[in-house]
């Protein structure tokens, strides 16, 4: 089977606080954004890549692309304020229907196995998004006093990807910006456009580049990677 991803990869790092674009950060030698492209490049499944980026970051983009010889890329479009306007650029830029991933550029260490199992349910059930099991007990905090324990048995870490039929996440998309619904993921969209969304049970390290104690971890997972292919 195959499918498309979008990836949004316009955002300002904000929270990494590197002054710049936290994708164009290197690890082991090679930016977060390669690291992520080359992922779905190397995918026999992907057969293209939707990127939402920055204009004034266009040509650098565009040199990373070249170097890692991403062959994939369908399109460029500009990106927006909020990662779902980036979202919704590479949506309207998809020619095609068929699954649709949509994947942080920040997150590099996607496992193909999950990316597969994503892709699959989306086809069968229309909706799947990656998670994880909570590891901590949460609670419901109100002016410093906890509320409420939250019941942990039901409680997942969402991750990206994402996966849907693409008229599902198209008309999530659209009654979304309808009714000025800001969701801060795709499943959010789905789910209030009234779909049944998916879990499927994703890895711990599939973790989003966020702050720079993540560049440190990233750095040791990406080595502990190179010593077992070795
Ligand atoms: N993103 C995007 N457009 C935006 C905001 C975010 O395309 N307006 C992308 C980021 O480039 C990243 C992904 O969405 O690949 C996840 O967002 P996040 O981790 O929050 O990245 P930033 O928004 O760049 O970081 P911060 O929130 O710390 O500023
Ligand atoms: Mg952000």
């Given at each position: 089977m195959d499918y498309t991803v979008m990836m949004p990869?316009?955002?300002?790092g904000t929270r990494m606080g590197?002054?710049?674009?936290?994708?164009f950060l290197e690890l082991n030698g090679k930016t977060i954004l390669a690291h992520t492209l080359v992922v779905f490049q190397q995918d026999?499944?992907?057969t293209g890549i939707i990127l939402a980026i920055k204009e004034d970051e266009r040509a650098k983009i565009e040199m990373i692309i070249e170097q890692e010889q991403?062959?994939?890329?369908?399109a460029l479009p500009e990106g927006g304020s909020e990662r779902q306007h980036s979202v919704k650029a590479c949506l309207a830029a998809h020619q095609s229907g068929g699954i649709v991933l949509v994947h942080d550029?920040?997150?590099?260490?996607?496992a193909k196995q999950v990316i597969h199992e994503l892709a699959t349910c989306a086809l069968l059930h229309g909706a799947a998004v990656a998670g994880v099991k909570a590891k901590d007990t949460m609670k419901y905090v109100t002016d410093g006093i906890i509320e409420e324990t939250a019941d942990r048995e039901r409680l997942w870490v969402i991750q990206t990807p994402q996966a849907f039929r693409y008229e599902i996440l198209e008309e999530a998309s659209l009654r979304a910006e309808k009714e000025r619904f800001l969701g801060t993921d795709e499943a959010m969209l789905a789910e209030h456009a009234g779909y049944e969304v998916r879990i499927v049970e994703s890895t711990y390290?599939?973790?989003?580049?966020?702050?720079?104690?993540d560049l440190a971890y990233g750095g040791y997972l990406l080595k502990k990677r190179l010593e077992e292919t070795i």
């Amino acid at each position: 089977m195959d499918y498309t991803v979008m990836m949004p990869a316009a955002g300002s790092g904000t929270r990494m606080g590197a002054g710049h674009n936290k994708l164009f950060l290197e690890l082991n030698g090679k930016t977060i954004l390669a690291h992520t492209l080359v992922v779905f490049q190397q995918d026999p499944w992907c057969t293209g890549i939707i990127l939402a980026i920055k204009e004034d970051e266009r040509a650098k983009i565009e040199m990373i692309i070249e170097q890692e010889q991403i062959t994939k890329i369908r399109a460029l479009p500009e990106g927006g304020s909020e990662r779902q306007h980036s979202v919704k650029a590479c949506l309207a830029a998809h020619q095609s229907g068929g699954i649709v991933l949509v994947h942080d550029a920040a997150r590099p260490f996607i496992a193909k196995q999950v990316i597969h199992e994503l892709a699959t349910c989306a086809l069968l059930h229309g909706a799947a998004v990656a998670g994880v099991k909570a590891k901590d007990t949460m609670k419901y905090v109100t002016d410093g006093i906890i509320e409420e324990t939250a019941d942990r048995e039901r409680l997942w870490v969402i991750q990206t990807p994402q996966a849907f039929r693409y008229e599902i996440l198209e008309e999530a998309s659209l009654r979304a910006e309808k009714e000025r619904f800001l969701g801060t993921d795709e499943a959010m969209l789905a789910e209030h456009a009234g779909y049944e969304v998916r879990i499927v049970e994703s890895t711990y390290d599939n973790i989003k580049m966020t702050t720079p104690e993540d560049l440190a971890y990233g750095g040791y997972l990406l080595k502990k990677r190179l010593e077992e292919t070795i």
